[in-house]
């Protein structure tokens, strides 16, 4: 008998102390977690979003290039978009603060990072490494155009991107090559015959459709979502520069081709004509700049680029359009305080505007204001003797970045139609 007291007491006291046990979880769970939510939330292990496959992925990666002292920078333009919308918060958050991933763990399909490829040390390494953390990498590669006006480099090869998959997630690492313009250039994305085109889907990806330009961004290092990570130091003008970012290269191969049935003119004053002319496209250029102005090379100076990558030496002036809605009213003054007077004055702005300055050594810079219609675009001209009006038309046409005389400029983007359009039909081969 004693000993089944014993057997009830003890079972009665392990129900007691089972049921003391859920009544302690019930009221952590009902009561305390609803009074204290805000600073159980920041504690490790239980924060919003990071256990998501994009954070994830992007940590890992970050890791990677880190300890590999490879400088990237983040590109991704949905996500400078969020930095920026709320740049003064990203400015002051501090590293591992962060108690929900708003930034990283956004859906989508890539996260975009840079690197300047000259700072890149270590290539090969960091690749071995990727994969031994469990990436997958892709490469891609393409003949370094800075080296086509060079008969033994031409056909040289570089990397052009790097697509690094974990799990379900993808980084596009753009590599950024140095151009003699002081600008930075990316380029096209193709895929060779024996790439997997299943590997990621290429299409959604925001860099490499075309070849690009941009210029050389000031970077900072800010802590998005407990990660440290370079940016460019203004993001907007960044993501600004991305629509209007896709670059053509000049035809190295034809300006050979013309320079063999066309002896290049290498006389004193052709070679003291270019020296001006290129010094004139800089001040111009950089007298825009400060306006914010768009200007792109045309008539004689666009062939010259098309034709021979270089100026044409009996030209004798520089060509300049400009679209009539960028005009500005302190243009004039503008050019004159660089130095360059005023010498004709055709039109005005409601109609066939023109305008030349006077350069050193008698060179002219000459700027077309062009006017957009419904199915074309036109400028005006004007004899400066007669004063006869001249009215050309052009098909529509989108700009360009290239390289001309070691300068980042635009030209159009169809520029073939844009020539004809000015000159007439050109002979398609070496033009």
Request: proline share 3%; hydrophobic share 40%.
């Amino acid at each position: 008998m004693s000993r089944i007291n014993k057997n009830v007491i003890l079972a009665l006291l392990t129900l007691t102390s089972s049921a003391f046990l859920l009544f302690q979880l019930y009221y952590y769970k009902h009561y305390l977690s609803a009074k204290n939510g805000a600073g159980l939330s920041k504690s490790k292990g239980s924060r919003i979003g990071f256990d998501g496959t994009q954070w994830r992925t992007v940590k890992k990666f970050i890791m990677l290039t880190s300890s590999q002292n490879v400088p990237v920078f983040l590109i991704d333009p949905l996500i400078l978009e969020l930095i920026n919308k709320n740049f003064e918060k990203v400015k002051n958050a501090s590293h591992g603060s962060a108690s929900e991933c708003k930034f990283f763990c956004v859906p989508r399909d890539f996260t975009a990072f840079a690197l300047q490829y000259h700072l890149w040390k270590n290539e090969e390494g960091w690749f071995r490494i990727a994969e031994n953390m469990g990436f997958q990498c892709l490469k891609i590669e393409s003949k370094d155009p800075r080296l086509d006006g060079i008969d033994s480099l031409s056909g040289t090869e570089i990397p052009l991107h790097y697509i690094c998959t974990l799990a379900s997630h993808a980084v596009h690492l753009v590599v950024f090559h140095e151009r003699s313009g002081n600008y930075l250039w990316h380029g096209h994305l193709r895929l060779k015959g024996h790439i997997d085109r299943k590997f990621v889907p290429f299409r959604k990806l925001q860099f490499g459709r075309y070849p690009g330009a941009f210029d050389r961004p000031e970077l900072q290092q800010i802590t998005i979502d407990g990660l440290e990570v370079l940016i460019p130091k203004d993001p907007m003008h960044f993501l600004e520069e991305i629509p209007h970012s896709r670059f053509i290269e000049c035809r190295y191969k034809e300006a050979r081709a013309f320079f063999q049935q066309y002896l290049d003119d290498n006389t004193v004053e052709a070679m003291a004509f270019r020296k001006s002319a290129k010094e004139l496209l800089q001040l111009a250029a950089k007298t825009l700049k400060k306006l914010g102005v768009r200007f792109w090379l045309s008539s004689g100076t666009c062939l010259g680029w098309y034709r021979q990558c270089g100026i044409i030496p009996y030209s004798k002036d520089v060509d300049l359009g400009i679209f009539i809605q960028d005009y500005k009213s302190d243009i004039i003054s503008a050019f004159q305080d660089a130095g360059l007077p005023l010498k004709h004055k055709f039109g005005k702005v409601e109609d066939s505007l023109e305008l030349s300055f006077q350069g050193k050594d008698d060179v002219k810079l000459d700027i077309f204001f062009f006017y957009e219609e419904t199915d074309h675009m036109w400028n005006g001209g004007t004899q400066a003797k007669t004063g006869k009006k001249f009215k050309y038309l052009f098909p529509k046409f989108t700009l360009c970045w290239t390289e001309f005389i070691d300068m980042k400029v635009r030209v159009p983007c169809e520029t073939i139609e844009y020539i004809e359009a000015n000159y007439g039909l050109l002979t398609r081969g070496s033009s």
